[in-house]
Structures are given as C-alpha cells and as structure tokens.
C-alpha cells in the first residue's frame, strides 16, 4: 500500500526567506508521480507541482522547486522567497501509475504561517 | 479556461436524508476524482470515473456511490446522511497521458454540514 508522511504539522517562515516542506514516501510500485497542493482557507486545492519517479531532473514551477531524492524515497517541496500569501496547509501526494487511473494519496499536511 | 467546477458550495442536510453532488472538469479532461476531507481522517478518495465507467473505487460504505456522464460531468450521491458525513467534497480532473497525467486539478469543493 501507498503511503505519504508529512512530518512537520505546522510551520513559520519570515517574509522572503526560503522553506523546506518535507515529504516522505512509501511504495513498492515502479512507477509513480508525486505532487504537491497548497489548501489555503478557503478550501480550494491549487497544484503547485508534479514530479514523476522517472523523471531526470528534479521539478521546479517558479518560486517552487521539488527536492526529489529517490533512493531516500524524500520529495521534498521547497518555496523560495516566502511571501504572506504562501500561508495555507500545504499537502504532499502519490499516484500510482503502475496500475492506471488517477488516485491520489494524500499526506496529513503541513500548515505554513509565513511572517513578516 | 475555465476551472473545475462544483455545485453547490455549501450544502446543509438533516440526518437520513440523501445528497447529490455536482462536479464538472475542465474542458476535455476525461477523468473525475472524488475526495473526502475532514480534519479526522485527512484527505481520502471516494472513487474515479474515466469514460463514465468507475475505474478506482476508495474504502467507503455503498452509501456512497457515483456516476459520469457523457459530457465527463459528474455527480456523486450520499445516502442516508449521517453525522460523520459532513466533510468538505473534493473532485479533481485531469487528462490522461502514456504515464499518467502530470497534472490534476481540483474544484473549489461542496462543504457538507450534516445536522
């Protein structure tokens, strides 16, 4: 079975410092895909940023980089220059795709407070 | 482009009673996914439908079941609402890929209030 640690419940950053979220992963499957979502308090999921197992380097999406270390089975996202509006929840997660569709597996969250 | 969408936002039901629940992806994604979220159990998947057929199915009662439409619209339905019911509804879309999608975006969510 898949499963996906996030062990930093909570979080502070000052303002235009970078931050490390970490996420750990467990799976026996070849092939998979980790993303990362931020959840601020409104609810809504906003992708932040996809890396596949096989994929050679590691992601990055504008502020945001993937740390993707395999053999540590680590993906850990990392925000540069913190601004107050990155304060939201911010979960880690796994598709399988070995064996097809879409199912996510989501970690228990990391919740930012960025400050100034 | 327009986002995923859910209908309603905010929805309040009585104990017994049944829900149904409305998600359209973005245009021309094909696959639809369900999420449960409540600050108990975290984040959990109820069931994916690609093509109108149900691909993946989450752990949940039968209680909850789901359908896809031909226009990959899709709507999930809760029976016999309980307590622990109320949660925050997540569906996401996404296209399909060789490796999977790369991407899956979600909804603004239903938030369920079971009274």
């Known amino acids: 079975a898949q499963k996906i640690t996030q062990t930093q419940p909570g979080m502070f950053v000052q303002e235009k410092e970078a931050v490390t979220l970490d996420c750990t992963y467990d799976t026996s499957d070849p092939s998979y895909g980790l993303f990362w979502y931020k959840q601020p308090s409104s609810g809504e999921m906003i992708f932040l940023i996809y890396q596949g197992s096989y994929d050679q380097q590691n992601a990055t999406e504008g502020r945001y980089s993937l740390n993707f270390q395999k053999a540590r089975k680590s993906a850990n996202l990392v925000i540069s220059a913190s601004q107050l509006g990155d304060s939201a929840m911010y979960f880690c997660?796994?598709?399988?795709?070995?064996?097809?569709?879409?199912?996510?597996?989501f970690g228990t969250g990391t919740q930012l407070k960025v400050e100034l | 482009k327009a986002g995923v969408t859910q209908t309603p936002r905010y929805l309040i039901k009585t104990r017994g009673q049944q829900v149904t629940l409305s998600c359209s992806p973005i245009s021309g994604h094909r696959s639809v996914s369900w999420y449960q979220q409540t600050p108990g159990q975290g984040l959990q998947f109820l069931f994916e439908y690609f093509s109108e057929t149900q691909r993946n199915k989450g752990n949940f009662p039968g209680r909850f079941s789901g359908r896809q439409f031909s226009n990959s619209r899709s709507e999930m339905n809760v029976s016999t609402l309980e307590l622990g019911d109320s949660a925050l509804y997540l569906c996401?879309?996404?296209?399909?890929?060789?490796?999977?999608?790369?991407?899956?975006?979600f909804g603004p969510g239903t938030r369920l209030t079971v009274t």
């Open positions: 996401a879309s996404s296209l399909e890929g060789l490796a999977g999608p790369r991407e899956q975006y």
């Open positions: 997660a796994m598709r399988d795709t070995w064996r097809g569709g879409n199912k996510l597996t």
